[in-house]
């Protein structure tokens, strides 16, 4: 009897420890705050890679933090689902966001496009007011938003993207691939993408087994940086791909002071 309850005490022990390093991560979210002198006076909450279908933070906890720190804009930077049947879902989280009244932006990300039929998905976040950008531009109150369209999935149109843009003005891009940082040789103000999960399992190496892009084999996978043209910021998204946990890095939305 004693060595039956020996067994399982360790057995639970392993499982605790397992839970805290593999599945913590993803529950206990982060909210990054990224400030940066654009002077615009805006505050933006960006989410990355909700992957409805693996994602543990409820709606209400996302409305929550909106409701708290009340952002200007939200920008969605991609990969809500690859799965038709996760839309009802998906509109769990749309209904919470958008009822926040906040005005949303988005992009589709390399998931995304993985779906049969993407106009569902694409009718479902015009259904929820979600102003989608594919390789288009906008003229915002304080700046130009661009979108560009999925690098990964092959659907980027940078020339298209900033057609329409007035150069005179700050230029904000929303995109969810960072490698296509490596291909923009027009200037920009500040750029939001994911897509890379802050390095989902944050072991040396991983993207040098996962292929990933050029830029986070350059070791560039989270946060903020800068290049001639721009600075930009990785999200280490608010779900997961893949296996549903995370080593060593938190889920995030985060909030950008411009």
């Not at 009244?101 to 496009?113: K, R, T």
């Not at 995109?175 to 500040?190: A, E, F, Q, R, S």
């Amino acid at each position: 009897m004693e060595g039956i309850l020996m067994y399982c005490f360790y057995l639970f022990l392993v499982l605790l420890i397992c839970y805290i390093i593999f599945i913590l991560p993803t529950q206990w979210l982060k909210i990054e705050r990224i400030r940066y002198p654009l002077n615009l006076n805006v505050r933006i909450l960006q989410i990355s890679d909700m992957h409805v279908e693996r994602l543990r933070i409820r709606p209400a906890r996302i409305a929550a933090i909106i409701h708290d720190e009340k952002p200007d804009y939200i920008f969605i930077t991609g990969d809500f689902t690859k799965y038709k049947k996760m839309l009802p879902r998906l509109e769990e989280y749309l209904r919470a966001i958008a009822i926040c009244n906040v005005p949303i932006y988005c992009v589709l990300g390399n998931h995304d496009y993985q779906q049969k039929n993407v106009k569902d998905l694409i009718k479902l976040l015009r259904k929820y007011g979600l102003k989608l950008l594919r390789n288009e531009s906008l003229h915002l109150q304080r700046f130009e938003l661009i979108g560009i369209d999925d690098f990964d999935s092959d659907k980027s149109d940078i020339k298209a993207a900033f057609r329409a843009v007035d150069d005179r003005r700050p230029k904000l891009i929303i995109t969810h691939d960072p490698n296509i940082v490596l291909h923009l040789n027009k200037n920009y103000d500040y750029l939001m993408a994911g897509h890379l999960h802050g390095k989902q399992f944050n072991i040396p190496f991983f993207f040098h087994i996962k292929n990933a892009g050029k830029l986070p084999r350059m070791g560039i996978y989270k946060g903020l940086h800068k290049q001639q043209y721009g600075a930009y910021y990785i999200s280490k998204g608010i779900g997961q791909t893949g296996v549903n946990a995370r080593l060593f890095v938190r889920s995030e939305v985060t909030m950008h002071y411009l």
